[in-house]
């Protein structure tokens, strides 16, 4: 069972994701935050194995969020899901720490392998990022 945690400003992307997961008997949310500040006290507290991660938080957003959770735990697994694929945001939170990349036009099964790959300790970078920073993926 992978334990995740969602972080996300937007209660309905929240709530989506947490139904979405929940169809996959492999995975268990274990908190659901709504900013940065809540994902890192989550990191501590519930220890998810992967974190859903999205960028634009305030008042602390997820960049500076999986820096502080990765520096508190190199182990922990971030896969940010933003609606950016610009290159600036991708190396910035790869380089932040997270080792797996979707964006929110992924698809709820390349999410589920981008969950299943970090947990495995796998970096996945989605199709559209591939196609857009091809560098990135090889």
């Not at 990765?70 to 997270?98: F, T």
């Not at 698809?107 to 495995?120: C, D, G, H, L, R």
Request: hydrophobic share 45%; charged share 25%.
């Amino acid at each position: 069972m992978i334990r995740i945690a969602i972080a996300d400003d937007h209660q309905q992307v929240r709530e989506t994701w947490e139904f979405i997961l929940s169809t996959n008997p492999n995975f268990k949310v274990v908190a659901i935050c709504k900013n940065g500040k809540e994902a890192i006290a989550a990191a501590k507290q519930h220890k998810p194995d992967v974190f859903l991660m999205d960028i634009n938080m305030e008042p602390v957003n997820g960049i500076e969020a999986t820096e502080k959770i990765v520096a508190a735990n190199p182990l922990a697994k971030i896969v940010a899901m933003s609606i950016h694929v610009e290159p600036g945001y991708v190396r910035r939170m790869l380089a932040a720490g997270a080792i797996a990349y979707v964006t929110k036009n992924s698809s709820y099964i390349e999410v589920f392998e981008a969950i299943e790959k970090a947990n495995n300790g796998t970096k996945y970078l989605c199709k559209e990022v591939c196609e857009k920073m091809p560098e990135v993926c090889e």
